[in-house]
Every structure is written in structure tokens, then in C-alpha cells.
T-cell receptor
């Protein structure tokens, strides 16, 4: 079946790196995504990775994909208080996205 | 270059009433998706539509819920005879096509409260 799992909470200090982890089940997924949701807002696409890639870097964001273990991670370097939000990973199956339950990132000054 | 528009942003209904949620996709996008986010949960896929066609409705409840995307105008998600359990944030997303490279861009959501 289709299932995406994430840890629910992560707390870091400003300036540290944050690593948010995600596991998925559908090995046929072609793209995997990271979205950010701030309180009361919609989802903002942060980055995505194609399933034949191991890593993708975009400024402060690094995505690592272990396709064998179906494990995806998002690393945020030099985390800022403005990064506090809920982060969702999602796998694409056909036309639809299957989301994890979200990881709430709290950044303390 | 307007993004995905949803209205209303907040909707309050009493049990038994109807709720109509609207979504205007990004300019040039012909694919629309609806997702529901229950409190403290992630987003769950409901339905995927192209103009005048329902492509995948595997996530839609069997009763009371319907969706359309007419040739002209916004996509509509309609909930008849709402119940308290329908209270949630409903998000619409759009994409240019269904290609593997096509990203879904999300609107700000409609927060439905059923009293």
C-alpha cells in the first residue's frame, strides 16, 4: 500500500542544522517532494528529487534519497527562526501526492 | 502571475447545510487536485480533475461529496449535508500537465468549520 511516515517533532537551536526524515513505501514513485506549511497557510514547495538521484542541493537545503531503504531526508543548514513550520514529504503516485503527517520544526533562538 | 486561488478562505456552516469551495488554478494549468487536511494530520488526496473530466476520485467519500471542473470557471468541491467531521482545511493544487516533472502548486486553502 501507499504510506509515508515522518517523525512528528524536531527542535533545534538557531544556526544549527536540521535533518527531517521520511520513509515511503511505493518503490514506483518517480518524484519525491518536500513542502513547507506555515501556520494558517497553504503548502509551499521547497524542493523535489527524481528517484534516480541520490542527492540534490539547493542553497541551504540538501535532499538525500536512499532508494534501497525508501528513505528520504531534508537537511536545512544554518537553521533560522523563520524556518519554524511544518514540513511534509510526499511521494507521487500517478497523478496524486501521498503525504506524510508532517514534522513540526521548532527553532529556538 | 497569480498563483492558485481559493475562496472563500474561511467558511462556517451548520450541520445539514451545503458547502461549496472554489478553486481557480494557475494560469495555463488544466489539472486540478483537491486534498483535505484534518486537524493535526497530513493532507489526504481526494480527487484529481481535468477540464470536464474526473480522472481519479479514489479519495472522495462515497456520499455527500462531489467535484467538478467545468470548461469555463473554477473547480468546485461540493459537500452536501455537512457534518462536524467535515471540519477541515481543504486545499486545491494545480499543475500544467500530469507529466512526471510537473509540480503541483497549492492554494492557501479553505478552512471549513461545521457548527
Amino acid at each position: 500500500g501507499e504510506d509515508v511516515e515522518q517523525s512528528l517533532f524536531l527542535s533545534v537551536r538557531e544556526g544549527d542544522s536540521s535533518v527531517i526524515n521520511c520513509t515511503y513505501t511505493d518503490s514506483s514513485s518517480t518524484y519525491l517532494y518536500w513542502y513547507k506549511q506555515e501556520p494558517g497557510a497553504g503548502l509551499q514547495l521547497l524542493t523535489y528529487i527524481f528517484s534516480n538521484m541520490d542527492m540534490k542541493q539547493d542553497q541551504r537545503l540538501t535532499v538525500l534519497l536512499n532508494k534501497k531503504d525508501k528513505h528520504l531526508s531534508l537537511r536545512i543548514a544554518d537553521t533560522q527562526t523563520g524556518d519554524s513550520a511544518i514540513y511534509f514529504c510526499a511521494e507521487r503516485t500517478g497523478g496524486k501526492l501521498i503525504f506524510g503527517q508532517g514534522t513540526e520544526l521548532s527553532v529556538k533562538p | 502571475n497569480a498563483g492558485v486561488m481559493q475562496n472563500p478562505r474561511h467558511l462556517v456552516r451548520r450541520r445539514g447545510q451545503e458547502a461549496r469551495l472554489r478553486c481557480s488554478p494557475m494560469k495555463g494549468h488544466s489539472h486540478v487536485y483537491w486534498y483535505r487536511q484534518l486537524p493535526e494530520e497530513g493532507l489526504k488526496f481526494m480527487v484529481y480533475l481535468q477540464k470536464e473530466n474526473i480522472i481519479d476520485e479514489s479519495g472522495m467519500p462515497k456520499e455527500r461529496f462531489s467535484a467538478e471542473f467545468p470548461k469555463e470557471g473554477p473547480s468546485i468541491l461540493r459537500i452536501q449535508q455537512v457534518v462536524r467531521g467535515d471540519s477541515a482545511a481543504y486545499f486545491c493544487a494545480s499543475s500544467y500537465s500530469q507529466g512526471a516533472t510537473d509540480t503541483q502548486y497549492f492554494g492557501p486553502g479553505t478552512r471549513l468549520t461545521v457548527l
